[in-house]
């Protein structure tokens, strides 16, 4: 099986960065923080082996392009793959209210 190679964009990096430090420090929830961080970046990497595994983004932005999203509890991961390439490029982490 190919793997591909997992680029995070800055501002996913930002992102994930901004998410952790939200639930350690505003909801003071470090423990919480670290094992979100944990499930959003397993989630990441498992596109590696697994590239296609989330559903083309149909809705809000990056609709118009060639761009999946997977869900990660309240969190959406939008990415696009570059099969040429073998590359998953993660173009940004959002906090999405009230899908589980």
Request: aromatic share 14%; with cysteine; net charge positive.
């Amino acid at each position: 099986m190919d793997r591909y190679i997992v680029r995070l964009y800055a501002r996913a990096c930002r992102d994930l960065e901004d998410i952790y430090t939200y639930i350690a420090e505003s909801l003071s929830e470090p423990g919480t923080a670290f094992n979100m961080a944990d499930e959003l970046e397993t989630a990441i990497f498992s596109l590696e082996q697994f590239p296609e595994r989330g559903a083309v983004r149909r809705v809000g932005a990056y609709a118009s392009g060639d761009y999946r999203q997977l869900f990660v509890k309240n969190y959406v991961i939008i990415y696009r793959v570059l099969k040429q390439k073998k590359e998953v490029h993660i173009v940004t982490v959002r906090y999405t209210p009230g899908n589980f």
